[in-house]
């Protein structure tokens, strides 16, 4: 399934501020189940952006304005293939044991507290269950014993916050989910991302998170408490890491003593393969459509296709 993803971050300074650097990870992943078949990203007042992978795997896009602004529209567009069935991603050598180990302590978003030790206290017997089994429990124990409330947490909320108030949203399931999978000694991870739901032909959605265990005989399998239910292909990935703060939608800084805002808007809708042609005229340039023809973009290459996006920027940037 094809879908169309934009994400619309803006920036309002109550006077104006200078030297903002900010970053963001809002580029999907391409991985076994899903292909970036187009990205693109602007910045306006017009900036260039620079892109790296970080320690997790995720693509990190940075923005630095040095002059004088009052307002910052940061907007990233893409279209994502996703497969059906759950997804799995397998780690070999040394890089595996390494990411493994960092997913079974805890982080700071994942604190084994007393009152999280206590509750924990109700899985032992779990502990020696098959993954996908223990998964399950798990989710299922969360999505009824929780109240889903936006009002009940914030972004840097704890998972005591959630076990004191028995409510909160999809970051704060995802913490308590990841913390007693790592207690019970399976390596637990914080994916973020967006979910489609067909309720809708097309949607404004909020940012997701669910939660990825490793399996020794199929790799990284995907479910979400928050909808007690597996990840699937209307689940869109952007980046993996231990917690939230390893994965934050957009962080940075700015000098000045202004009063910053800031309002997102996300769009996501399935889109009919036809469409994909018209989608690449609109986020590409004549000239980049004649170096990168759509036929490519159909079928891109998972790694080769990003080189080329970037490429194509930088060679406009350089016209200008």
């Known amino acids: 399934m094809l879908f169309e993803l934009k994400h619309e971050t803006l920036f309002e300074y109550s006077e104006p501020v200078t030297d903002s650097m900010m970053e963001f990870r809002l580029t999907p992943k391409t991985d076994a189940k899903q292909k970036v078949i187009i990205h ?4 306006v007042p017009a900036r260039s952006t620079r892109r790296y992978l970080d320690g997790w795997g995720n693509t990190v896009t940075t923005v630095n304005i040095p002059f004088s602004h009052q307002k910052v529209e940061v907007v990233f567009e893409s279209v994502v293939e996703c497969d059906e069935g759950s997804r799995t991603e397998n780690e070999q050598g040394s890089a595996r044991d390494l990411a493994l180990y960092d997913f079974k302590q805890p982080s700071r978003l994942v604190e084994w507290t007393p009152l999280f030790r206590e509750f924990v206290q109700d899985f032992e017997s779990i502990r020696d269950h098959p993954t996908r089994e223990l998964a399950e429990k798990l989710s299922e124990a969360i ?9 009940a947490t914030t972004a840097s909320s704890t998972i005591d916050d959630l076990l ?6 999809c970051q704060d399931f995802s913490h308590l989910m990841i913390g007693v999978a790592r207690w019970l000694g399976v390596p637990a991870r914080y994916v973020s991302g967006y979910v489609y739901s067909d309720r809708y032909q097309e949607q404004t959605v909020a940012s997701h998170a669910w939660v990825e265990l490793f399996d020794e005989s199929s790799g990284w399998i995907g479910i979400d408490p928050t909808h007690n239910d597996w990840v699937r292909e209307s689940h869109l990935r952007l980046g993996v890491g231990r917690d939230y703060q390893d994965v934050s939608p ?16 996300v769009f996501l809708r399935p889109i009919d393969p036809v469409e994909l042609e018209q989608s690449t ?6 000239a980049q459509l004649t170096a990168y023809a759509t036929r490519q973009f159909r079928k891109p290459a998972p790694v080769s296709i990003l080189q080329a996006i970037t490429a194509a920027q930088q060679q406009q940037q350089q016209q200008q």
Do not use: W
């Not at 999505?143 to 009002?151: A, E, L, Q």
């Open 143 to 151: 999505h009824t014993g929780f109240r889903y409330d936006t009002k």
């Open 281 to 286: 005229k609109r986020l590409f340039t004549s």
């Open 40 to 43: 693109q990203s602007r910045v």
């Open 250 to 265: 957009n962080r940075g800084l700015y000098r000045g003593s202004a009063q910053e805002s800031v309002e997102v808007r």
């Open 164 to 169: 004191r108030g028995r409510a909160g949203v």
